[in-house]
């Protein structure tokens, strides 16, 4: 079956450390893969994705993903934490299925930065 | 970024009644659309995919007649709770997809629905 794994409900991370929020996926053929932020009563956010080329993916507010094959994982990071940061964070794999291209999320890691 | 708006970003309403979701394409053509529905402290469940002109395609235990969804345009798509019930309270949430411009699918700020 198609999936997505966060395996952690929750990052803890003081401001000014790195921190990694991890992501494994399971798909078939080639992987698309998008994270997503949402801040409380809001919706997503998009932050980057991997379709292909580099492994190494930047996107939005410093973040960055590493796409690894053969560990069939894809996550997320940042050099340098800030408090703004902390908010709910989404790996999202695309599929076809039904004839249609959709995406299958994770259940989200809660990121938190302490001041 | 492509923008998507949401209206309205809130409502109340009693058991019974039908209640309608905006969502729009702000600076894009979506092609699709797709509606999703959060839980508290959940992930998002994917309701229902939508292509402007055409009928949309509904996940296995969404109620078609229930959550109707019309596509009229290629900016603009409506969710429409019907008969609702305390039990369909939640976040609802929609996306826009332009193909030309990648996969990559935009959200809405959502619309909490709370039916009394």
């Known amino acids: 079956a198609q999936s997505v794994a966060q395996p952690e409900d929750q990052v803890n991370v003081a401001e000014g450390n790195p921190l990694t929020v991890k992501c494994t996926y399971s798909?078939?053929?080639?992987?698309?893969l998008f994270w997503y932020v949402q801040y409380p009563n809001r919706g997503l956010q998009f932050l980057l994705k991997?379709?292909?080329?580099?492994?190494l993916v930047k996107g939005s507010y410093g973040f960055e993903a590493e796409f690894n094959k053969s560990q069939t994982s894809f996550h997320l990071k940042k050099p340098s934490a800030l408090v703004s940061d902390s908010a709910l964070y989404f790996c999202a794999v695309r599929v076809l299925s039904g004839g249609y291209n959709k995406l299958i999320f994770g259940a989200g890691t809660r990121l938190a930065v302490h001041p | 970024g492509a923008v998507v708006s949401q209206h309205p970003s809130w409502v109340i309403c009693k058991s019974g009644t039908s209640v309608k979701i905006e969502c729009r394409s702000l600076?894009?053509?979506?092609?699709?659309m797709f509606w999703y529905r959060q839980f508290p402290k959940q992930s998002l469940m994917l309701m229902a995919t939508?292509?402007?002109?055409?009928?949309?395609?509904?996940e296995q235990g969404v109620e078609k007649d229930k959550f109707l969804i019309n596509h009229a345009s290629l900016t603009l798509s409506t969710l429409t709770v019907t008969s609702a019930h305390p039990e369909d309270s939640s976040f609802y949430i929609c996306?826009?997809?332009?193909?030309?411009?990648?996969?990559?699918?935009?959200f809405g700020p959502g619309t909490r629905l709370l039916v009394l």
């Open positions: 939508s292509n402007e002109g055409s009928k949309a395609t509904y």
């Open positions: 600076d894009f053509q979506a092609t699709t």
């Open positions: 996306s826009a997809r332009f193909a030309a411009i990648g996969e990559t699918q935009y």
């Open positions: 798909v078939s053929g080639n992987p698309y």
């Open positions: 991997y379709i292909t080329g580099d492994n």
